[in-house]
């Protein structure tokens, strides 16, 4: 008993002060967001005239053997949430204009967005052809990306993901928050001299935190300029929590297997807790700007107009 407590009391004390730095980070990392947004690589100004019909989108052709295969490998997440969870395959029209409109309002009407796709061929082509990436990199770490997208498919296991070696932004769900947050990363990527070495330096586990945050404040950001609530809503829910965990990751190389366990599951809940916080303060906010925005507009009655005190 008494060295279950020798090892438990520091686990908890280091547990403690990680949740503290998390706490700190992802409230900073909102604070971030209420900067103006910087639409494109290269203005400040919402560009005047943007159309979201130049970006490509790719549907994949049904693959009855792969979709069994999700389905068998989401059922965990089904059993741990519930009956009712379910996230649509499927991008909805709603969201592919979403979708749509970021990347044609910030410069990435090139980005090629394939949804529910499976076509390593395809991959390698344009791996081949990306001039925008170095040789060096495109044939090095671009070569193992494409490995790791023809061998762990996300049709399969249902991620978003940008490939800045192939310059392909990969939609395999209805999550929006996901794919704009991929977008973002294809912005930052896209908005560096060196892109290859960018991409390749921030896929580093550690190092990839930054490369995180810098597309949550992006999507926030814009979210916030484009009066997008259910896009800020869905970031706070679905990337809190990684960040969280991204935050604490670098512990697990100093500390034992034990209080690792326990900083990344505090991490990522702190981070969830967090998320939940935020959302409900921004919501507050925005209810609190609509009233105030009432209270200040005319309001029309009997054919006149009266100012509202």
Same mark, same amino acid.
């Given at each position: 008993m008494l060295q279950l407590r020798v090892i438990f009391e520091p686990t908890v004390a280091r547990s403690r002060n990680w949740c503290v730095l998390i706490l700190v980070y992802c409230i900073g990392l909102q604070g971030c967001a209420t900067s103006p947004y910087r639409y494109g690589h290269a203005r400040s100004a919402k560009?005047? $005239?943007?159309?979201?019909?130049? &970006? $490509? +989108?790719?549907y994949g052709r049904p693959r009855p053997g792969m979709d069994r295969m999700r389905r068998v490998v989401e059922f965990p997440e089904r059993l741990l949430r519930g009956k009712s969870h379910h996230v649509s395959h499927d991008l909805s029209p709603e969201h592919r204009e979403q979708l749509a409109s970021y990347l044609s309002q910030n410069d990435l009407t090139d980005v090629r967005v394939l949804v529910n796709q499976y076509d390593p061929r395809?991959?390698? /082509?344009?791996?081949?052809?990306?001039? /925008?990436?170095?040789?060096?990199?495109?044939?090095?770490a671009g070569t193992l990306s494409v490995a790791s997208y023809t061998l762990l498919p996300g049709r399969v296991f249902g991620y978003q993901h940008y490939n800045p070696y192939t310059n392909t932004l990969s939609v395999n769900s209805d999550r929006i928050a996901s794919a704009v947050h991929e977008a973002a990363c294809a912005k930052d990527v896209h908005g560096r001299s060196l892109p290859g070495t960018y991409a390749t330096v921030t896929s580093i586990p550690g190092v990839n935190l930054w490369k995180t945050s810098r597309a949550v404040n992006d999507v926030?950001?814009?979210?916030?300029?484009?009066?997008?609530?259910?896009?800020?809503?869905?970031?706070?829910?679905?990337? +809190?929590?990684?960040?969280a965990t991204g935050?604490?990751?670098? !512990?697990?190389f100093f500390v034992t297997p034990l209080v690792n366990v326990v900083v990344?599951?505090?991490?990522? !809940?702190?981070?969830?807790?967090?998320?939940?916080?935020? $959302?409900? /303060? /921004?919501?507050?906010?925005?209810?609190?700007? &609509?009233? $105030?925005?009432?209270?200040?507009?005319?309001?029309?009655?009997a054919g006149y107009s009266t100012i509202a005190e």
């Open positions: 560009p005047i $005239e943007s159309s979201a019909e130049d &970006v $490509e +989108f790719e395809g991959e390698w /082509r344009r791996l081949k052809s990306n001039q /925008r990436i170095s040789p060096v990199w495109r044939y090095t926030l950001s814009y979210a916030q300029a484009e009066d997008d609530w259910e896009l800020e809503c869905g970031t706070y829910r679905e990337y +809190f929590s990684q960040v935050i604490v990751m670098p !512990a697990q990344s599951l505090g991490g990522g !809940a702190v981070g969830q807790v967090v998320g939940h916080i935020v $959302e409900k /303060r /921004r919501l507050a906010e925005r209810k609190a700007q &609509v009233k $105030e925005q009432e209270e200040d507009s005319p309001i029309q009655t």
